[in-house]
């Protein structure tokens, strides 16, 4: 137990990134699931969800959590060799990654949602 409590941040982050990368691969099997995630695309009529290409959204969600899952995997791994000085420093390089994955899944699932319907545009 005390070896898990001095590796809590490493753990949790190499969680966190096989989650997503899970999660990446899953949705670039079945693409057409991924679109709930983009913000207002569930809202619209089945007309204007025709005009996009989900095979092109599909992809961009998987690429996302793939960084996204990549960005926790190192920040496990700068976790764990920053655990081996002290346990207080292995957890800068989580709360690095956290904030980092948090902001880039924000800013591009559900903020730049726009910019990114436009660019699977069909017509």
Known sequence: MDLLMKNLFVVVNALEGVMFLLLAAYYTAKPEKSTFLISNYAYFSP????????????KHVSRVFTVIGVICLAGAGASALLSLVSHLASAVP?????????????????????????????D
């Open 94 to 122: 989580y709360w690095i990654s956290m904030a980092a994955w948090l902001i880039l899944a924000l800013k591009t699932l559900r903020v730049d949602n726009e910019k990114v319907l436009r660019k699977y545009r069909r």
């Open 47 to 58: 007309e204007k969800k025709a005009r996009y290409d989900l095979t092109g959204l599909g």
